[in-house]
């Protein structure tokens, strides 16, 4: 099976500009999470879909918004982009995003704001 | 709380064994997780263990888990240059909630 993947792997934006990140889950995985990576605050969790919609979502500002497709691929938005948002962006996928699931990373967007 | 907690660096020498550790606040996490994370490039899940195991071993690795104490350590035995990375523990509660992570560095 292919893994997860993930475009673009490197952007680069200016402050006030939006952006869009892209993930391809694992064939079958229905569940897609998004984790940003920052030096400083390391590797924090975004937000979750299932079947379409959001099912967890973690401590962001709402200028970050994400959706999935009913092919199960998801995109996340961040508005307004700010410095701090310069960051390493992953996706991870899974089968129905269960506790007891492991969960398989892609190889991240890197995302400068200049 | 949600922290999880690990050193940040650890030095050896290739042929030596390495231990990372991790002390985790939620009793009520089911799986905890080691991912390994080389320059550049994403997470990749190296082994995990259920809550109810006390070690678990693949290969390499050795997953010891103190549960009383709360305490997660990855042990990696004969280490080799190419293990050389940054090592991220992680407790699942239906999100990854992961500690700082470990850089490992193996000299020759």
């Known amino acids: 099976k292919a893994g997860v993947t993930q475009t673009p792997r490197y952007l680069i934006k200016t402050r006030g500009q939006q952006v869009t990140l892209s993930c391809s889950p694992i064939?079958?995985?229905?569940?897609v999470s998004w984790y940003q990576q920052t030096p400083g605050q390391g590797l924090q969790f975004l937000f979750e879909y299932f079947s379409e919609t959001q099912r967890n979502k973690g401590n962001f500002p709402g200028r970050f918004s994400g959706r999935q497709f009913s092919n199960s691929r998801s995109e996340m938005n961040v508005s307004t982009l700010e410095l701090g948002d310069s960051a390493l962006y992953l996706c991870?996928?899974?089968?129905?995003?269960?506790?007891?699931?492991?969960?398989?990373f892609g190889p991240g967007t890197r995302l400068l704001v200049l | 709380g949600e922290d999880v907690e690990q050193s940040l660096f650890l030095s050896v020498r290739e042929g030596d064994s390495s231990v990372i550790n991790c002390t985790y606040t939620?009793?009520?996490?089911?799986?905890l997780y080691w991912y390994k994370q080389e320059p550049g490039a994403g997470l990749q899940l190296l082994t995990y263990i259920f809550s109810n195991m006390d070690m678990k071993q693949d290969q390499r690795l050795t997953v010891l888990l103190n549960k009383k104490d709360k305490h997660l350590s990855l042990r990696i035995a004969d280490t080799q240059t190419g293990d050389s990375a940054i090592y991220f523990c992680?407790?699942?509660?239906?999100?990854?909630?992961f500690g700082q992570g470990t850089e490992l560095s193996v000299k020759p």
């Open positions: 991870a996928s899974s089968s129905t995003g269960g506790e007891l699931e492991t969960q398989y």
């Open positions: 064939s079958g995985h229905r569940s």
């Open positions: 939620d009793s009520s996490s089911t799986y």
């Open positions: 992680a407790e699942s509660k239906g999100k990854l909630i």
